[in-house]
């Protein structure tokens, strides 16, 4: 059901023309690069992670792995990911379909990593896990209601 109002929250912005929708899963980054015809890291994952008595998404590179030291040093804890039931109280999206639109939680924030600014288009998913919107960055800066770009990840460079 995710996906009707991400649908529809992209309508509104004039973005619902972007959405990919599939016949197969993409629910990983391999499965959505497979899906989409792309390289991996261009696939924009959404983790997330417990934040006080929140949660933080991060959006990075599909290449890309949290680094330890710099989420420490970034949110002042230990990165601890939010479980399935979590993921979904949280954001609204089922695990594989997590995405940082039409997040209306309060206790939600959202951040991009520096990974994804490599690229002119990436993909995150659009609510299910068979789907993707095509953006750019600045696009997902903008529509992701994002708190800013943040430097999180290793393993992408």
Not at 2 to 22: Q, Y
């Amino acid at each position: 059901m995710s996906i009707e109002v991400c649908r529809a929250w992209l309508r509104e912005r004039g973005f619902e023309d972007r959405i990919r929708e599939f016949e197969v899963s993409s629910a990983t980054v391999e499965l959505a690069a497979q899906a989409v015809g792309c390289e991996p890291a261009r696939i924009a994952k959404t983790l997330s992670f417990v934040h006080e008595d929140g949660a933080v998404l991060i959006v990075c590179a599909g290449d890309a792995k949290i680094d330890n030291t710099k989420f420490k040093a970034q949110f002042r804890h230990k990165a601890t990911m939010l479980t399935p039931e979590q993921v979904e109280t949280f954001t609204g999206h089922t695990i594989g379909g997590v995405c940082p639109f039409a997040i209306t939680h309060p206790k939600v924030t959202t951040y991009l990593d520096v990974s994804l600014k490599r690229f002119d288009t990436i993909y995150p998913a659009a609510g299910n896990a068979a789907s993707a919107v095509r953006l750019s960055c600045e696009e997902l800066e903008a529509l992701s209601g994002s708190a800013g770009w943040i430097d999180v990840c290793k393993a992408w460079q």
